[in-house]
């Protein structure tokens, strides 16, 4: 079975609509959303409607709980951003909507576990707020800390820097793997990237593909999302997991950002870096 797995999408809609279309040109039909939908961008109730849409498991991050509640821990402009974010949602005009949205972004769950498959936003430690950076690879108490939270596979998303953490505290960027990892024994932590606001210095929307060997068969949504208890067969095939990056329209976004004053420029400008 073939899964679709997106995360920090941030209210960029351009980005967004390019992932969902390569997604489903690619025949995936299932889609796994790591969180932060929104924050930063200028289309947060497009992007929640789209993930509402097409997501059939979709977690909690750190900017929706922002939204949700009262933002702790962000800078000035991040914060700006997620009240800004917060009006959007809270705005009369389409109040039936809003509600419904509301009331998505507040019944997400924090992890997700699907046979041996952790999914979070943050860390297996933090699932909200952890960042687990590259250069985590020289902190052994950290990594060593997290690894023995995770059972085997560990998804996540939050830095916007994808790539591959290994129990022996190595990090591959995707170039460096050639955009594919075959999983094998040791455990893996994944970091899928960002759709929506990339950091690793690539612009480009970035996802990942997980290939886990099941056979796809109807009714597997459901038995996934809602029978966690009932374990699908062991795999049988190779698990891998394929890295896409896909240009978009940032220049589109990036003037609907200028156009808010309460978006800082520079979340518009970093789009055009991947920073
Ligand atoms: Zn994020």
Known sequence: MRRALISDI????EALEVVLDDIKAQGITEIFCLGDIIGYGPNPRECIDRVMEHCAVSLLGNHDQGALFDPDGFNIGAERAIFWTREQLESPTDRDNNEKRWEFLGELPRTHRFHQFLFVHGSPRNPLSE????????NQRKMERLFQLVEKYCFQGHTHVPGVFTESYQFF?????????TLGEGKLMINVGSVGQPRDGDPRACYVILEDGHVEHKGA?????????DEPPPSAGPITVRFRRLP???ETTIKKIYA????????????RQGR
């Open 131 to 138: 960042y687990i950076f590259p250069e985590d690879i020289y």
């Open 221 to 229: 949504i459901e038995t996934v999302v809602y029978n966690v208890n």
């Open 248 to 250: 978009y329209d940032f």
């Open 260 to 271: 808010v004053s309460e978006l800082e420029p520079f979340l518009g400008d970093r789009l």
């Open 10 to 13: 941030h209210g960029n809609l």
């Open 173 to 181: 960027s995707p170039e460096e793997i050639d955009h594919e990892y």
